[in-house]
């Protein structure tokens, strides 16, 4: 997700609009306004460093009573998120009110060179454990707050379709991995009975808080909570079938963790993952848009290569496959083997 600029370029915008800062304080307001040019050109592509820069502008309007400037920056602080975001900017423009928001111009050639080299910049990696755990307990007082409207556009559907897919019986044993504030654990709960067991997993002591207070709210006696990193979670013994939702496809190592699951089940044991993946079939700027928008729960471009469906139909049999949202989220669900595919039997 292009958010903030590359380190370098951050600071060189920092360098621009403090060097303008200080020309304004000076008297010099046109070299203050070609320094914000030059810092505006190469924010473009980065939402916040973008705003940042019409934010800068705003200051300089302000101090120097410039009423259409000020009126320009206000508009453009309206549109440079939204234009950083689809990648719909006009390139090499100013970012001042004396020329159109909309009209592209030539990069100049040193600061397109600067441009060129964030461009080889790595991607953004994807979080580490102790990230994802203090990313989850911040989040954990608001996190059913924040994800309520992707529940209103269907993907609580396809985690109730998981559940299903389990095919739970009472008495049964089944894990949830990645459970968050617990959203999956009164169904699991329910579907097993009094005398099943479910096991709720996750890495952040908030989040697991919040899942506790939610078992204990609907009165299911039967949930265990671990703090545990799923990555390296060895289901307990007699686990019947294991469920995931919309944390699968934070781990990079999910081929690993699911062929390891699939062994660990017993032969027809299911496992159903669910969540969100690249949308092949979306515009580019509106997955740009969408990845913005889960951004907060530690989603960025880094995890779109991450394809969890595709280990469940390399390690499991017997497998069903759903998308919602025109192939924005998924829901794939098999059964253990029972044996290593490729093993002979002698
Ligand atoms: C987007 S939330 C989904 C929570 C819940 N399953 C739901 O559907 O609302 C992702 C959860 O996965 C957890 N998580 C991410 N990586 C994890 C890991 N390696 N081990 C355990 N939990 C993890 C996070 O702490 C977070 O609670």
Not at 15 to 31: C, N
Not at 256 to 263: F, G, H, Q
């Amino acid at each position: 997700m292009r958010w903030r600029a590359p380190q370098p370029i951050d600071q060189r915008i920092d360098e621009l609009t403090a060097d303008a800062r200080h020309r304004v304080r000076a008297g010099e307001v046109e070299a203050a306004w070609e320094r914000l040019g030059d810092a505006h050109v190469l924010s473009q592509p980065w939402a916040r460093s973008h705003l940042r820069v019409h934010g800068s502008m705003l200051g300089v309007g302000w101090r120097t009573r410039d009423a259409g400037e000020i009126a320009g920056q206000l508009f453009r602080l309206l549109v440079a998120v939204p234009g950083s975001l689809t990648g719909r900017y006009p390139a090499g423009n100013s970012g001042r009110s004396d020329v159109s928001a909309f009209a592209p111009v030539p990069v100049r050639e040193d600061l397109a060179d600067v441009l060129a080299n964030a461009d080889a910049e790595p991607a953004a990696e994807v979080l580490e454990p102790s990230e994802v755990r203090s990313l989850y307990d911040r989040l954990a007082p608001v996190y059913d707050l924040l994800s309520s409207p992707y529940g209103w556009f269907g993907s609580k559907g396809l985690a109730e379709q998981a559940i299903e897919e389990l095919r739970l019986q009472p008495g049964d044993t089944v894990v949830d991995l990645g459970t968050g504030t617990g959203r999956n654990l009164p169904k699991l709960a329910a579907a097993v009975g009094q005398a099943g067991t479910v096991v709720g997993v996750d890495l952040s002591p908030g989040m697991l808080e919040r899942a506790r207070r939610r078992v204990s709210a609907v009165g299911s006696n039967n949930v265990e909570l671990i703090e545990a990193d799923m990555a390296a979670f060895d289901l307990p013994s007699g686990t019947d079938a294991v469920v995931s939702s919309y944390a699968m496809e934070m781990l990079p190592d999910y081929d690993e963790v699911i062929a390891r699951l699939a062994e660990q089940l017993p032969p027809g044991g299911r496992i159903a993952v669910n969540g969100l993946r690249d949308p092949e079939r979306w515009p580019e700027w509106v997955v740009r848009v969408g990845s913005a928008l889960s951004r907060p729960f530690g989603v960025s471009e880094a995890y779109r290569s991450l394809r969890p469906w595709e280990a469940i139909d390399a390690h499991a049999i017997d497998v069903v496959y759903e998308e919602a949202w025109a192939g924005a989220v998924y829901l794939a669900a098999g059964s253990a083997p029972g044996q290593r595919s490729g093993e002979d039997v002698e």
